[in-house]
């Protein structure tokens, strides 16, 4: 929620899959395709299951190669006690992101994990920093357990039941004591699933496993801890109901007693409210809520009076990330301003904005106080560069950067285009928005458009690194079109519902209008035109597939939805009620009905331009079987149907080698799609 410092994947949204920030390895190359009478060609690695793609040549995997090796750092925590931090990264040659140890400003990471699965989350031992506390799961199930690495010994201990999901979420100020919260999973249930589901909160000391004491078992599942009181005496808890309604509750750690805070228990009132950090004295806590307007506040809530105190009112977009200081002096926040993140900071005594010195340019990201030195460290990702991490001393005013991003020698990332932000007017006369990368200029006359679709569906295209793209974009001369539909984050909370329920096709019409802007811009080729999306936008860019046909070259599904139906019934349980709010609820004979109405498997025979369907095995969000299906019935129609599954990973690819194919199979399916 509002205080956690996890990166639930380092390179989400940074590739072409839901998580594809991944090294250059050598690839594979056919024995057969090694004779002299036949060009040489990649062969997928064994965990790939290929259908209809044909043979990546080992030329092609060259020519991009360097593409495929651009590293950040994001971060992760500080030390307790020293100037020194966690981040992930993935190193060179290496596989996955794992945690480093940076010891001091630019100085060379030190690996502290190195298994098959990233390892993206983790927390610092709070007192002396013996230890860390990580998050892990295998081969993209997402069923993370956590684990305790002693620092000293490099002794790694398993502290979680793996027939359950766990989350690391606060230690305790005065104990080495975790709290820790857990959700059982599907395989462990009679018939493979669960029609309730309840979240589970811990209370362990990670150096002593078997000391343990159950605090609460939540109705529900999306419960998550925002901050612990100084003197350890209450937990806030958020409440995630929906992406519109969230609550904050107050657990009492000696009694075990949940009290709803905001909104109050008797109030009609219905909002986002996220549980920030508590005030040094227990006077109160930081909120974030949108409850007085469209957009999501900071707020101070005082205990004695019950009431909520604006902050940043003058701050007409959402703002998210709260940290504040040990002491009470200063809280930092980000506000996210037509999708790139600020870095802005207030003073802990009277709410108000302090200046900030020049910050190096770029989205801002994973914002976090030193406990004791009160420095605070920053992620930034631009167009330039992928995540770096920075500190700003406060009191100085001193900026320090801490690592470098790594491109290829050959690659001039302060070449790359920039992201200009688009408008147009949909099917009702609203406005939407998004982001439009352009090809260098010497690609001259009307561009190709690749349209790639965030997820979510709440979720956001932003200010940022494009990765792979950057091969389309300098190397094929396709102009990249990143939307905001309706019902993205960002824009408003009212904006953000009018995707809801029956509603849902109104954002691919969103689309439909921006296919009609597209073909009003002198410098976009509308007749050549490829829609690409992950997870939420891999629906999207079926629905697009079944809607606009005749006005795309082809479709892109990563992850994707296929039928409404059938995803609610099998996605796992412990997320199914959240998806409902979202989509509707598929045991309601109408809602089933208009669900499989509008489902693209239910449409397939419309899909007649040539779509690529990538897919996890281990998929836990959205199961296999939604590609499987949509693939089966897209090739009854004779579509061409290039299918790749990866039987080692989830939502997403976060293996390299995995991405790396990828990455070939989509420059192979781009060309034959939008460059013949």
């Known amino acids: ?340 993140d600020e870095l802005r900071l207030f003073s802990g005594r009277n709410h108000k904005e302090q200046a900030l010195p020049p910050l190096p340019s770029g989205s801002v990201s994973a914002i976090d106080f030193h406990r004791r030195r009160g420095e605070l460290a920053f992620s930034v990702i631009s167009a330039k560069a992928p995540w770096e991490i920075h500190t700003l001393d406060p009191k100085s005013g001193r900026v320090e950067q801490w690592t470098r991003a790594y491109a290829p020698p050959d690659v001039d990332m302060a070449g790359f285009s920039e992201q200009v932000i688009v408008r147009w007017p949909s099917f009702d006369r609203r406005t939407i928005s998004g982001l439009l990368t352009l090809p260098p200029a010497r690609f001259t006359g009307r561009r190709p458009v690749l349209i790639r679709v965030h997820g979510g569906p709440e979720g956001q295209a932003k200010m940022g690194f494009l990765w792979r793209y950057n091969h389309f974009l300098n190397d094929l001369g396709i102009a990249v079109i990143e939307p905001n539909v309706r019902g993205s984050s960002g824009y408003g909370k009212t904006f953000l519902t009018l995707d809801n329920g029956t509603k849902r096709e109104d954002s691919v019409r969103d689309i439909g209008a921006m296919l009609d802007w597209i073909a009003t811009q002198p410098q976009l080729d509308a007749s050549r035109v490829l829609v690409a999306g992950g997870s939420y936008g891999g629906y999207m860019s079926l629905a697009v597939s079944t809607h606009y046909a005749e006005r795309i070259a082809g479709a892109i599904d990563v992850v994707g939805i296929s039928n409404f139906v059938t995803f609610l019934q099998n996605t796992e349980s412990y997320r199914r009620d959240l998806r409902r709010v979202e989509y509707g609820d598929e045991r309601d004979p109408a809602m089933r009905a208009f669900l499989k109405k509008i489902s693209p498997l239910t449409n397939a025979s419309r899909i007649v331009k040539p779509l690529f369907v990538v897919q996890g095995k281990n998929d836990p969000r959205v199961p296999y079987t939604e590609a499987e299906q949509i693939v089966a019935k897209a090739r009854g129609n004779g579509t061409p149907v290039w299918y790749l599954r990866a039987e080692n990973e989830g939502h997403g690819f976060v293996r390299k080698e995995n991405a790396d194919y990828y990455f070939y199979a989509t420059v192979m399916f781009v060309r034959e799609t939008l460059l013949k």
């Open 1 to 340: 929620m509002l205080h956690l410092k996890t990166l639930a994947c380092l390179a989400l949204a940074a590739g072409l899959a839901a998580c594809t920030l991944l090294p250059l390895g050598a690839p594979q190359v056919s024995a057969a395709a090694s004779a002299a009478s036949a060009p040489a060609v990649v062969e997928p690695n064994p965990n790939l299951v290929v259908q209809g793609v044909p043979p990546v040549p080992l030329s092609l995997a060259k020519e991009v190669a360097k593409y495929n090796d651009f590293r950040g750092h994001g971060f992760v925590d500080w030390h307790p006690t020293r100037r020194e931090m966690l981040v992930a990264h993935r190193k060179a040659g290496g596989n996955t992101v794992q945690l480093f140890r940076v010891a001091s400003p630019l100085a060379e990471p030190e690996q502290l994990t190195d298994f098959a699965d990233p390892v993206t989350s983790a927390r610092y031992e709070p007192r002396d920093g013996k230890y860390i506390v990580f998050e892990r799961s295998v081969g993209g199930s997402e069923a993370d357990q956590i684990y305790r690495l002693d620092l000293e010994t490099r002794q790694v201990a398993l502290l979680t039941d793996p027939s359950e999901r766990h989350g690391i979420e606060a230690w305790l100020h005065r104990s080495g004591r975790l709290l820790i919260s857990s959700v059982p999973l599907d395989r462990t249930a009679d018939g493979g699933t669960r029609a309730k589901v309840t979240q589970t909160l811990t209370l362990i000391d990670p150096a002593n496993p078997t000391s343990r004491r159950r605090l609460a078992e939540l109705e529900g599942t999306g419960w998550g801890v925002g901050s612990v009181s100084w003197n350890d005496r209450l937990v806030a808890l958020t409440r995630y109901i929906s992406a519109n309604e969230s609550q904050v509750w107050l657990l009492n750690l000696a009694t075990g007693k949940r009290t709803q805070v905001l909104p109050g228990p008797r109030s009609k009132a219905r909002g986002v409210h996220f549980a920030g950090p508590f005030k040094r004295d227990n006077s109160g806590l930081y909120v974030v809520s949108d409850r007085h307007g469209e957009f999501r506040e900071l707020m101070f809530y005082r205990f004695a009076t019950r009431r909520l105190t604006p902050i940043t009112r003058h701050i007409p977009w959402d703002v998210t990330g709260t940290d504040a200081t040990e002491d009470d002096t200063l809280v930092a926040l980000r506000a996210n301003v037509d999708g790139r």
